[in-house]
């Protein structure tokens, strides 16, 4: 839904003589607003996404074509539309430039300078405000179908009308931390994905339709991890739009996971135990669960300052065997003999039951699943 390079310079091809004289490979880029530039100092107010319009009055206080281009990729801005005829001339645009624009598919176009700034910016400005009021529509249709069981008939002829099929093949990825998606939208877009990304609670939603053709999930994982510090919720794929409340709640969890575990990216596919826990509808028998088997174990722990609650994890988690828990534990043999001598008393039991570790184990997926 949003405005691209391309969109633009189609519209205004004829019409402003518009030239494109490299950076084909980028007319694909996102164009959040029309910026005019002059002055090279203030495009570190920039936000990325804008494409920018000059005359390369710049030239007169001495800043170089080259070195305002540079500046202009450094700060994600999707083109450069210059107005050639007083500033600068066609002449001016080298090599080199041409292939920086081309490397770092920067879209570079030409104008006449009989072309008013103010008229081809009016016209730009209106697509704009038209295309940003569509998204807008859209956006509030994504988020209201999240909650909407099932989806009502006006909000699903919404997003159909936006190419968002409601038999087809879709996945929502959850991500935080994702503060400037410009990067993220200009390699999506080269990709031919159709997707929609909306911000939500705080935290930045894709939704995009699988198929054959489309990049693998760690293509878009690698593409969504762009920046350092994201976490990423990955949800299972579904079939219909009628799907997205659930699988957008199973990739919320995913992301709470991950958040858990410190880990970047968390799949909802790979969650094992997790999904069967997360599809229960009686929290309250969970926890009847988890009491029965290590509430004893776990008030013990809070009375006396002990930690047989970890002793017993790791345990468990290491096929029951001394050694390596010991070695997990960074403690002696000895040590763990006793810890687990006293577990057992606890508990009640010899642990040397299948169906007691497996009832134990499952207790404590069930106490990290309410710690997600």
Known sequence: MRTKVSDLYHS???????????????????????????DIQNISFLKGGELVITTGLFTQSGTCLSDFIRSLVTYNCSGLLINVGKYLETADLSPEIL???????????????????????????????????????????????????PIHDTTLMTLNQNGFPTAADYRIIVIQNLRNIT??????????????????????????????????????????????????????????????????????FALAASLFWSIPSVN???LGIFQILFSSSDPELLQSVYQNSLGVL???????????MSTL?????????????????????????????????????????????????????????FDI
């Not at 010991?326 to 169906?355: C, F, P, Q, W």
């Open 12 to 38: 205004g091809s004829e019409k402003y003589s518009l030239v494109l004289h490299s950076g084909e490979n980028g007319l694909s880029n996102s164009v959040s607003w029309i910026y005019l530039a002059e």
């Open 99 to 149: 292939d920086f624009c081309k490397i770092n598919k920067f879209p570079l176009i030409t104008m006449p300078w009989k072309v008013h700034l103010v008229d081809i910016m009016q016209d730009y400005c209106k697509t704009l405000l038209h295309d940003t009021q569509n998204a807008d529509h859209l956006n509030a249709a994504f988020q209201t179908a999240l909650y909407q069981d």
């Open 268 to 270: 909802f596919d790979e």
């Open 298 to 308: 776990e008030d013990f722990d809070s009375a006396h300052d002990t930690d047989y």
């Open 183 to 252: 990067r993220i939208t200009f390699t999506l877009n080269r990709l031919s994905l159709k997707y929609h990304l909306f911000e939500h609670d705080n935290l930045q939603i894709l939704l995009y339709l699988t198929c054959q053709s489309t990049p693998s999930l760690s293509e878009i994982m690698d593409i969504l991890m762009y920046y350092d510090g994201i976490t990423l919720g990955i949800g299972n794929e579904f079939h219909s739009l009628a799907k997205i409340g659930i699988c957008y709640k199973r990739a919320r």
């Open 313 to 369: 994890k790791v345990f468990l988690l290491s096929d029951c065997n001394l050694l390596k828990t010991a070695g997990k534990l960074h403690t002696h043999r000895n040590t763990v003999i006793y810890r687990m001598k006293k577990i057992k008393e606890l508990l009640g039991t010899e642990l040397d039951d299948s169906k007691i570790k497996f009832d134990l184990l499952m207790a404590f997926y069930i106490r990290e699943y």
